[in-house]
């Protein structure tokens, strides 16, 4: 216990300075175990636990507001040859690359995550308009196509060169209105289910990109297509390469719960 009427003035000062010291450390390492508890070691994106809490605020902000926000989930096509042909380092590299590919092509207050070897999720604030469900659409097919043309660049490393393509999936939240059957607010939607039906519609923009490709190979041409995938908040109903609805209709709580439970099926 320090004494100011023993201690010397100096030998005070200097223990203070250590106690100072030892504090000013200690929060710096608290600093640090709170942003490797949040934030993707490799990339240093969001992981699945701060995502969650910024997905909630946005759902929240998309209620109050009446703004559209839509939920995307990307996969990398082909990294799993990347890692294969050149090893680890070379993967880890492509990944954090495409971490700031992505960073880059958001706006400020947009979030990307990473929340699997090359899952990422994106999360898209769009503004309000009186024509919501048609521009909304178009605004993100316009922001996927920059992300898709992004992922795709060539990444130079050393002297080999890189490349791998995205599959995109989105869901647009909330959509709200009446609808016959089991009908109920966006309150009834959470966050989970809304990766959900987006990692779907992913999947659903895989697999009519390899039917494509498989047709365009057997007519003769090796031309790349890339395909996206877009639901409606209420599950809507599948259609090529995702899912469409009436995105200005209401949230089929029913529809939602069955087409999530269908989600991550093998492509």
Known sequence: MLNPCDDDPA????RIGVLTRR???LERQNRELRVLALHDPLTGLPNRRLLADRLRLAMARAQRSGHRLAVCC???DGFKAVNDRHGHAAGDSLLVAVARRLEQVLRA???VARVGGDEFVLLLELEA???Q???SVATVDAVLSRV???VAAPLGAGETLLQVTASVGHVLYPCLCGMTGTAATAADVDGDTLLQLADRAMYDSRRARADRLRRASGAGTSRTLMRRGGACAQGGEPV???WIGPCDGGLDTASAASAASASRSPP
Do not use: F, M
């Open 23 to 25: 504090v000013i450390e």
């Open 11 to 14: 030998d005070l000062d200097e």
């Open 133 to 135: 469900g048609a521009s």
């Open 240 to 242: 090529g390469a995702g």
């Open 74 to 76: 990307l996969d990398l």
């Open 148 to 150: 898709q043309a992004s």
């Open 129 to 131: 308009t009186h024509e």
């Open 109 to 111: 207050g947009e979030t």
